[in-house]
Structures are given as structure tokens and as C-alpha cells.
């Protein structure tokens, strides 16, 4: 098999991992929200409304990282000029705004009836609110410039600035003054039930899963796109190999 970062690589790669993929995200969620919904216990302080903590978590955790590996793809691929590192960052892009967009939706489900309202200028959300800006940002940018190579260099800029905002959500509640509660699960361990973790972990990993299998699919189109010119790219569009 040729190399990933090549394009014809992982163009073959990623056609036979992504429905694996999405098989393996879908019964994962499926367990994860069964458990949610039917083993985990009520808590004891947010009674049944906690329960959307695992979508919230999940996608948070998401929309914090995928960012992070756009902005290194982003970085290696100023350093290295591989083509393939641009795709990789300009793949995710997409699902990270979603993710993004789930975790200050759930949010806002979630502290209606915790704080009493489905909106503060709290700093994790506004920070939050100012990622799923840049994510919106990276994409318009990425569509509105005509020449890729361009577009990504572009592209490159925002996702390498924008980095900084990562710590600041993750940091926020330890900074600031806020409403938000902090982080149940650290380095010195998780102060939440232990079934209550096993199924978040199950739920993270399904939406890692997930960003993985959408993310390889949308390279595969990408990838088709920027290669059009090339045979084994034609071969593989007129075999219908999307």
C-alpha cells in the first residue's frame, strides 16, 4: 500500500476503513445511549437532566481536538508543503463545527434547568461560541478562495491562531469566575459514578469513531477533486469509488 500521505494511499486506505468506521461509531453509540438512558443512575443533585452530559462531553472533547489536529496538519503541512496535510485539516473542518455546534446546543438544553436560562456569557461558552466561529470562518475562507493552494495556505493562518483558543475553553473555569462546573474527570481521577464514566468513555469513543470515518470520507471527495487530472483519480470517479 502506498504511503497515507500520498494521495492514491490514502484515497485506498480510507475507502476500505470508513463504513467499518461508521459501523463501529453506531453500536457504540447505541450502547453508550442505552446505558445513558436505562443503567446509569438518577443524579442526585440534577436528577434526569443530567443525562444529556454525555452527547454535551463528547462533543466538546471533540470539537477541542479536532481543532488541535487541524492546527498541526496546518502547521506540517507550511513545513513539509505535503498536499496531504491540507486535506487532512480541510476533512475535519467540517465535523468539528458540528461538534462544536452539538456541544454549546446540549449546553444550553442542559443549563436550562440547572441555571435557569439556556444562554450566560459564561467563558467556556463564549469561548465555546468563538470556536464554532472559527471553524465557520476556516470553511467559509476555504470555499471562497478558488485556488486550493491559496485557500489552504489561508486556511493554514486561522486554524494556527485560532489554536490559542483551545486552552483558554479547557483553562476557563479555572481562570475565571464562572458558572460553568469544572472538570469531572482530571488526571488524579473522575469524581462521577464509575458507570456513569464507562458509558461518557463509550460515548467518546463513538464520536471519535465517527469524526474519523466522516472526516476519511470527505478526503476521499477532496482528494478526487484536487487529482482529478491524474488516471488512477479518473479511473476511480468513473468506477463510482466515492
Known sequence: MKSLFDP??????AGKSVRLC??????????????AFFVCPIDATQGNSYRIIFVHVAS????????????VFAALALATNNKMCSVFAAAMAPTGAV?????????????????GTYWVWDARLTSELILL????????????IADWRRADK????????????????????KWWNTLHQGASITGK????????LTTLLLMVAAFWIYSFASSFARARTIILERERREPWAQDAALAGEL
Open 8 to 13: 492514491q494511499g490514502f484515497y485506498q486506505f
Open 22 to 35: 461508521y459501523i463501529v461509531a453506531l453500536v457504540l453509540a447505541i450502547v453508550a445511549a442505552y446505558m
Open 60 to 71: 466538546a472533547w471533540m470539537s477541542m481536538l479536532i481543532y488541535v489536529m487541524m492546527a
Open 99 to 115: 461538534m462544536c455546534f452539538f456541544a454549546l446546543l446540549s449546553g444550553s438544553i442542559w443549563g436550562r434547568p440547572t441555571w
Open 133 to 144: 466561529f472559527l471553524y465557520l470562518g476556516y470553511l467559509a475562507l476555504q470555499s471562497s
Open 154 to 173: 489561508a486556511c493554514a493562518v486561522i486554524a494556527l491562531v485560532g489554536v490559542v483558543n483551545v486552552p483558554i475553553i479547557y483553562f476557563s473555569v
Open 189 to 196: 481521577g473522575a469524581s462521577i459514578h464509575p458507570i456513569m
